[in-house]
């Protein structure tokens, strides 16, 4: 596989996750070939469980696929367009999630790696990358997500003069849903919200007094937490993913207002009384036998966690399919190293795709490589390719990631931060297209749903185009 003359006609997909698997997908589909390097299983990480491509390590939710009020549903809806294949995959492995598209995991990665293993053009290298690529590969896509094995992940630190930032994020626990005291728990869905595949009833909630509420708090703040290494002590936690129990750092009502809100949901075993603080699972495989602690990522250690959450009202015989955990994250300074076709820099024939890029969450990282994918087949072709407008939600995730961001609060690379995508960046996009006008003068769903309308990408010819 590794010749001595450069490979322009080959691109290298480096990484089999979320966005690797796109961007190979993508490649293929534009007719070049493509060798897809996974590590896994031969070297694991500390939070894939399988050999399966596009395996999703924690939540399998996809979140709100409502393309005119959410952006990550308007992201969906332009990923769609751009023939994803993990959004097919998606679509046709979904499993009843109220408002957002959850799907059933393992059907989920298996048809992933069924399709690109099927596509003529895709070869599946089952091998570690232990360093930069070799130097005869002139068109890689870097895909290697939060979790790159450290061989790698130093030569790219070294290369790129940079200290990758680490942080953290944590895994929530499942649950074998015949554990579950149905005579206690009941299912409905906020606000009995349907959504994709849903009936209006798709969560399993525990309601909680304020008593046990409070007991709760107490007992995960008292709860024993995995111990940190030395080099770990300083590292912060992502905001958008933080341990539960970190959250009820912040403050005794601090759940409440997050996960465990009691808002939009009545309990059928005790109509009249309102919650004080209600769990919520959501189902986790097709066959619905097992359910995930929705917003309970967490770093107790396994004992406390089987102690603490079954304290939980309808948990207390809970049986567990897997434990939380704790994880690190590595990403670039994206900004800085990366020019707006997401190669580095100082040496263009590297192309970065998903969370190492800086963005965070599934979706986002399977959409970079999207992009990625198609620049990288553009180049392998010689031909050139428009990037997707700034009003596009891809083209506003791309723009924060190559060029949106800029340092005012703190400099270095702890200024910019792994986001999952928001409509801020869209609004901000739209007000510059308008010249300045208030895109706040419209109904809050008409300015959003505009961008798909209007400016959604769809590949035309050779280039991603609205
Ligand atoms: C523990 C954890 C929990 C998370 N929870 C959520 C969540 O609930 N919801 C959500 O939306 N996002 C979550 N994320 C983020 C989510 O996993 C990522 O956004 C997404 O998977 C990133 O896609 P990716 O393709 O960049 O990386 P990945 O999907 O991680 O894929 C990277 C692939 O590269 C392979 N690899 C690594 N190094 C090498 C190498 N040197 N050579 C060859 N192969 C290599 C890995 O085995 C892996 O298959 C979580 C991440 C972690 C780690």
Same mark, same amino acid.
């Given at each position: 596989m590794i010749s001595s003359t450069p490979q322009t006609d080959t691109v290298h997909v480096i990484g089999g996750g979320l966005a690797g698997s796109e961007a190979a997908w993508q490649v293929a589909n534009a007719g070049v070939r493509v060798v897809l390097h996974e590590m896994r299983p031969l070297r694991m990480t500390e939070a894939h469980r399988t050999?399966?491509?596009?395996?999703?390590?924690?939540?399998?939710s996809f979140r709100s696929d409502d393309a005119a009020n959410n952006a990550v549903g308007l992201l969906h809806a332009e990923m769609r367009r751009l023939g994803s294949l993990i959004m097919r995959c998606a679509d046709a492995n979904q499993v009843p999630a109220g408002g957002a598209l959850a799907v059933d995991r393992d059907g989920f990665s298996a048809a992933v790696t069924r399709a690109l293993h099927d596509h003529p053009l895709i070869e599946i290298d089952r091998t570690e990358i232990a360093g930069l690529p070799p130097a005869e590969w002139a068109n890689v896509i870097v895909a +290697? *997500?939060?979790?790159?094995?450290a061989p790698l992940a130093d030569a790219i630190r070294e290369l790129t003069d940079e200290n990758a930032l680490a942080f953290f994020d944590a895994i929530a626990p499942i649950v074998h849903k015949d554990s579950i005291d149905m005579s206690v728990a009941w299912f409905q869905s906020r606000y009995d919200k349907v959504g994709?595949?849903? +009936? *209006?009833?798709d969560y399993i909630n525990c309601p909680m007094t304020k008593e046990q509420y409070d007991a709760f708090v107490a007992a995960l703040l008292a709860g024993e937490k995995v111990d940190f290494k030395d080099w770990e002590t300083n590292t912060p936690y992502f905001d958008g993913c933080l341990p539960v129990e970190v959250m009820a750092e912040r403050g005794h009502e601090t759940l409440r207002h997050g996960p465990m809100k009691p808002v939009g949901l009545t309990n059928?075993?005790?109509?009249?009384v309102k919650a004080y603080a209600i769990v919520q699972l959501r189902q986790d495989n097709k066959l619905g036998t097992l359910y995930n602690i929705v917003?309970?990522?967490?770093?107790?250690n396994y004992g406390a966690q089987q102690r603490v959450f079954r304290t939980i009202p309808g948990l207390e015989n809970a049986e567990f399919a897997r434990l939380g955990g704790l994880h690190r994250n590595t990403f670039l300074n994206s900004p800085k190293l990366l020019d707006g076709q997401l190669r580095l820099r100082a040496q263009p024939r590297l192309r970065f795709a998903g969370q190492m890029t800086g963005c965070e969450g599934y979706v986002e990282s399977a959409s970079i490589g999207l992009i990625a994918g198609l620049y990288a087949a553009a180049n392998a072709r010689a031909q050139s390719l428009e990037p997707p407008p700034v009003t596009t939600a891809l083209g506003s995730l791309l723009g924060h990631i190559t060029g949106g961001h800029i340092e005012t609060i703190e400099a270095g690379t702890r200024s910019f931060q792994p986001m999952n995508i928001n409509f801020r960046w869209h609004k901000a996009a739209r007000q510059r297209e308008d010249g300045?006008?208030?895109?706040?003068?419209?109904r809050p769903g008409a300015g959003r749903s505009r961008s798909l309308d209007r400016r959604s990408p769809a590949r035309s010819g050779g280039g991603v185009t609205p």
């Open positions: 050999e399966g491509l596009a395996e999703l390590v924690c939540s399998n +290697t *997500g939060p979790l790159t094995s994709p595949g849903g +009936t *209006g009833a059928p075993h005790n109509p009249t917003g309970f990522q967490t770093k107790l300045g006008k208030k895109a706040g003068a419209q």
